[in-house]
């Protein structure tokens, strides 16, 4: 079964950066996606950025330059660094797996969530 923790949510101050990790345990398969989603109050979740196996990475346009997700396999912690960070980009967010070559589609594993509050 595939545990994932976050870690990392604090509040910051609009302009600053902070760095979400998610370490990741009982994850067995040879392909997989991972990625980044949040929920702000009020609004549905969304994908914010996701990583495949051999590294091939996708962002959501509203985080596109600012955001990066990268993994230490050797770790097993999947990465958020978050810079320039806007009120809007409070949300919890959620680190989550799927098996499988591709991003698209249902992913069926779930953290707890870690809350990120950017004040102006």
């Known amino acids: 079964q595939v545990q994932l923790v976050e870690s990392g949510g604090a509040s910051v101050q609009a302009g600053g950066s902070l760095r979400l990790s998610c370490a990741v345990s009982?994850?067995?398969?040879?392909?997989?996606?991972m990625g980044w989603f949040r929920q702000a109050p009020g609004k549905e979740r969304e994908g914010v950025a996701f990583?495949?196996?051999?590294?091939?990475?996708y962002y959501a346009e509203s985080v596109k330059g600012r955001f990066t997700i990268s993994q230490d396999n050797a770790k097993n912690t999947l990465y958020l660094q978050m810079n320039s960070l806007k009120p809007e980009d409070t949300a919890v967010y959620y680190c989550?797996?799927?098996?499988?070559?591709?991003?698209?589609?249902?992913?069926?594993?779930w953290g707890q969530g870690t809350q990120v509050t950017v004040s102006s």
């Open positions: 989550a797996a799927r098996v499988g070559t591709y991003c698209s589609g249902v992913f069926a594993y």
């Open positions: 009982g994850h067995t398969s040879s392909s997989y996606c």
């Open positions: 990583i495949q196996k051999f590294g091939s990475t």
